[in-house]
């Protein structure tokens, strides 16, 4: 275990640097000097020479890179040119706003993919078969942002059973939370309650034409343990390998849903660093959402690892 | 799958038909096939629209009319009005130019970009590979339309860096899928036998490979036509698409937005034109891989 897990770690660390030089890399795109982008149209020339020495855009891009990605690895994430805030400590802030949006998103599309995926895989080809593949093929292609304007309309303006949008802490009013996270939740989880509905679907097809399946229905076990015990729960494997790996659509998801929602999260501070210029913030929570993929690649890796006997016995 | 050979009918002496072609095979499979006849009469139905816009369109899409803001739909508009009286419907039309157009154009970047980096990767195998799937790790660890959000953002906010920005952060799927397909068919005996006879590695890519992997390829261009839309309104609807006046769905939605209170049909026309045709393109990618791997 401890040789495979090692040996992930080694091939993830040249992907993390290839991340931070392609999120360094962005700044190199911003059309003219990013000194004047920064500093706005009407910044004097002593205000943008300030901020080429501040931002140290004078040195070399090796140097530069060097000293970005040294500054990130003591926590520090630059300063926001507006607000004169670290963004560290911003980005911080955010971060349990969206996980526990991204949370709640995933919870509803297990709750509703799983259940779904396997009644239409148990009645391959029958009209139920046929409606959650309907529903799958809507989920995929229903613009999320869309949806939640959608809710809001419904929920919101004409039933008015939900608040339109705005983020209440789970710490500080559980029910609150709840209320306020509810339509988001559904909005950021609908493609991946589709996502995982296809895949539980084929995984249990694939898993029902088993021999071991086979066995246990020929050695006359109740239809639902054979179901439950030898079919789902070896479809799970797969399904915790997907759900870990929907991690990188989730995270982007939520720039939309936090967006649709006025919810304060990472989503919404990208798109509002992206308004008021602010690119090392924008370069931040896209290396940090980068870095979060491969962790929980990792992790996937592991928990495939761990749920695999075969894998465990051939170390 | 039956294959349908031509049989004979009694007491009559028929010459059989030669085997069906690959492609008349996949041909029938799809026409079969009726969710995907529907996305492609979908997919069909959005292009005529968009490239007829001027004809069909009753008004200037970015004829601005102050005493008609804010309507609902009726004979004269319709779909309504917006926040500046512009017709909703003709920008509906118009709107579908700027969605397919960026469909179009990111996933011919992306695939321009990936197909080759993937089949040189594949191809050749070894520190290449190596060099060229890192790269294509990380730009596929960061979630694309966070890539494509802060490219865009970088770029400028425009149509065209859009299409840029999409296309480049989805080029990596491409190239994953095409090197994956180039080292199951560069082991294939034409492969060998086009080396045998000294064909240089460019004409056995061009020719041999790349033909043969065209059918995934073809599949994976469909649904990331919808995925590109998708991302196109997303990023619109961010503000860092289609710059104003002119029309696209996902700035549409925006503006219907912040009227939500007041004209809330204004929020429904774009989005189940985004929906729609992002549905037709996924359907016709089932359909087209449903058709060409029918083990599935």
Known sequence: ?315 | MSVSVSSAGPGKTRIPRPAQSQFALTFRRFVRNRAALAGLIIVGLFAILAIFAPLIAPQDPTATDWGAIRQSPSLAHLFGTDELGRDVFSRILYGARASLLAGFVSVLISFGVGVPLGMVAGYFGGFLDTVIMRIVDAFLAIPFLILAIALAAFLGPSLSNAMIAIGISFAPVFARLARAQTMVVKVEEYIEAARSIGAPHSVILSRHVFVNILPPLLVQTTLAIATAIIAEAALGFLGLGQQPPAPSWGSMLDNARASLLIAPTMAIYPGVAIFLTVLGFNLLGDGLHDALDPKD
């Not at chain 1, 609908?190 to 020929?218: C, E, F, G, P």
């Open chain 1, 1 to 315: 275990m401890l040789r495979f897990l090692a040996n992930r770690v080694l091939v993830a660390i040249p992907t993390l640097v290839l991340i931070s030089i392609i999120v360094f890399s962005l700044q190199q795109l911003l059309p003219g000097d990013p000194a004047l982008i920064i500093g706005g149209g009407e910044a004097s020339p002593e205000v943008i020479a300030a901020i080429r020495e501040e931002y140290g855009f004078n040195d070399p891009l090796v140097i530069q890179y060097f000293h970005w990605i040294g500054d990130i690895f003591r926590g520090d994430f630059g300063v926001s040119y507006r607000t004169r805030q670290p963004i560290g400590p911003m980005i911080l802030d955010k971060i349990p706003v969206t996980v526990t949006l991204g949370a709640a998103a995933m919870l509803f599309s297990l709750v509703i993919g799983i259940p779904l995926g396997i009644l239409a895989a148990l009645g391959k080809g029958k009209g139920w078969d046929h409606a959650v593949t309907v529903f799958a093929m809507s989920g995929i292609s229903i613009p999320n942002f869309w949806l939640g304007i959608m809710l809001i309309l419904l929920f919101a303006v004409k039933l008015r059973w939900l608040p339109a949008g705005g983020f209440v802490p789970f710490t500080e009013d559980p029910i609150g939370c709840l209320r306020s996270i509810a339509m988001p939740s559904v909005v950021l989880g609908t493609a991946l309650a589709a996502a995982m509905m296809r895949h539980t679907r084929s995984a249990m097809l694939n898993i029902l034409q088993q021999d071991y399946v086979r066995t246990a229905r020929s050695k006359g076990l109740a239809e639902r343990v054979v179901i439950v015990r030898h079919a789902f729960l070896n479809a799970l494997v797969p399904i915790i390998t997907l759900a870990t790996l929907q991690f990188g659509t989730l995270l982007a998801g939520a720039v939309l849903t936090e967006q649709v929602f006025s919810i304060p999260g990472l989503g919404k501070m990208v798109v509002d660093s992206v308004f008021n210029r602010e690119y090392q913030a924008v370069q931040a929570v896209t290396l940090l959402s980068g870095v979060a993929f491969v962790a929980m690649n990792l992790l996937a890796d592991i928990l495939y690892f761990w749920a695999n006997p075969k894998l465990r016995a051939n170390r």
